[in-house]
């Protein structure tokens, strides 16, 4: 089987630089790589050119229309079997393909997702975003990187594949907020097989700041929603909890000034879980309190945007509009 890698990429010619030299060290080559360059002012042109005769590697150019699109022609071009999915900011580790063909030929499934790590190399901050993101504590265990998960495992865009059947049954992914989300949903609704790898990992190398990190994870609540009107069965529990914690501050702060300082305890005990959680994991008692800022802009900025989106466009009945629906911004 001929895998067919897929990477968009807008302004990101350093970040290609990394990827494709992961690439290029793979123990197993089974694969080519389709780059699509979604219009950057930036291109990754050079940095595809040292990897021509030591990758299968195509280079597209396209005007600026959104990661979907810009995956979507992706898989227009490619010729493989399988597609595989990375965002340009991903490291695979040299095992990845080698792992991939072992865990296919053991259990075929029509479609994967895999979890994301952090190399020992990264910032403070992106090891502080990578635990606030695959924690269970956080998020759950929904994104694949927690032994235990509160809702079914939908595989995300940063590390997913699907095989070309899937493609030519269920098509490619909408122009909108969590638009891998809404592409597992319709994968599985059409009776393909989908499942966690969890040996299948990506090193993922997020370039954000605080502001941006709060940025991106209320777009993140305010995908659920979207998804929610599109697929009114995709909503669980697990996704509610970011938006009862907001309400829960509220309530602890006011209880806590009117009533009795001691309710500030409850929050502090969820501040100790967090702190030695990281500390157990990163070994560092500064990224250990870095987590607890990085958690709690994970928790009220998905929280909030999840309120927002939930008010305006469920209990006040609001359409989806074309700036809410469709989603082209990438984090820049």
Not at 84 to 109: A, G, H, K, T
Not at 241 to 246: G, I, K, N, R, T
Request: charged residues 20%.
């Amino acid at each position: 089987m001929k895998y067919s890698v897929i990477i968009p990429v807008y302004n990101r010619p350093d970040e290609m630089a990394e990827m494709l030299a992961s690439l290029a060290g793979q123990t197993e080559k089974n694969f080519e790589v389709v780059v699509v360059e979604d219009g950057s002012d930036r291109p990754c042109d050079r940095e595809v050119a040292q990897y021509e005769g030591r990758l299968e590697i195509r280079y597209v150019t396209k005007p600026n229309t959104g990661r979907s699109d810009t995956r979507n022609v992706g898989m227009a071009q490619a010729g493989g079997d399988y597609f595989l999915f990375f965002d340009s900011d991903c490291i695979l580790p040299p095992e990845y393909m080698q792992c991939l063909n072992r865990c296919l030929e053991e259990r075929y499934v029509d479609c994967f997702g895999g979890p994301d790590r952090a190399l020992p190399t990264f910032t403070a901050v992106q090891k502080a975003v990578n635990f606030a993101m695959t924690s269970f504590l956080t998020t759950g265990g929904i994104r694949g990187s927690a032994k235990v998960s509160m809702e079914k495992f939908n595989p995300r865009s940063f590390n997913m594949g699907f095989s070309r059947a899937v493609y030519d049954k269920v098509g490619g992914f909408a122009d909108m907020f969590g638009e891998d989300i809404d592409l597992s949903i319709r994968i599985r609704e059409a009776g393909f097989s989908i499942a966690l790898l969890p040996e299948v990992s990506v090193y993922h190398k997020r370039r954000v700041n605080l502001k941006k990190f709060f940025r991106q994870v209320y777009n993140f609540g305010q995908a659920r929603v979207f998804l929610f009107k599109l697929h009114p069965g995709s909503l669980k529990a697990v996704h509610v909890l970011p938006a009862l914690f907001v309400a829960g501050e509220a309530v602890l702060l006011l209880l806590a000034v009117f009533h009795s300082a001691w309710w500030l305890l409850l929050p502090a005990i969820y501040v100790v879980l967090i702190f030695v959680a990281s500390l157990f994991k990163n070994r560092s008692f500064g990224i250990a309190a870095l987590s607890v800022v990085t958690s709690f802009i994970q928790l009220n900025g998905y929280g909030c945007g999840f309120i927002k989106a939930f008010f305006t466009k469920v209990l006040f009945g609001g359409e989806l509009e074309k700036g809410e629906e469709l989603h082209r911004a990438y984090n820049k």
